[in-house]
Nanobody, 115 residues
Framework: QVQLVESGGGLVQAGGSLRLSCAASGIIVGRNFMGWYRQAPGEQRERVAVITSSGNTNYADSVKGRFTISRDNAKNALYLQMNNLESEDTAVYYC?????????WGQGTQVTVSS
């Protein structure tokens, strides 16, 4: 059974940094397409950053140059380093994994940026 568990969210001041983690079980992170999505109150869920099985990355324009997605195959984990946070980054952040059979989501972790 695939399980994705996020951690690392919290309250931070604008300009600060956070590092989100996504621990995966039941599946191998390095062999799958993975990403981070976020959903602010009253808004649709949006893609923040993704990484392919070959290591290619892609970012939403709003986070380019500030966020970095990475993975540690040895730890079977996905990360999102978020720097220079802005109030507009406030949202619940979700870990996402897509394999040939299903899409999987974590439960989400709240990130709140105070201005």
């Amino acid at each position: 059974q695939v399980q994705l568990v996020e951690s690392g969210g919290g309250l931070v001041q604008a300009g600060g940094s956070l590092r989100l983690s996504c621990a995966a079980s039941g599946i191998i992170v390095g062999r799958n397409f993975m990403g981070w999505y976020r959903q602010a109150p009253g808004e649709q869920r949006e893609r923040v950053a993704v990484i392919t099985s070959s290591g290619n990355t892609n970012y939403a324009d709003s986070v380019k140059g500030r966020f970095t997605i990475s993975r540690d195959n040895a730890k079977n984990a996905l990360y999102l380093q978020m720097n220079n946070l802005e109030s507009e980054d406030t949202a619940v952040y979700y870990c996402y994994l897509l394999n040939s059979i299903n899409a999987h989501w974590g439960q989400g972790t709240q990130v709140t940026v105070s201005s």
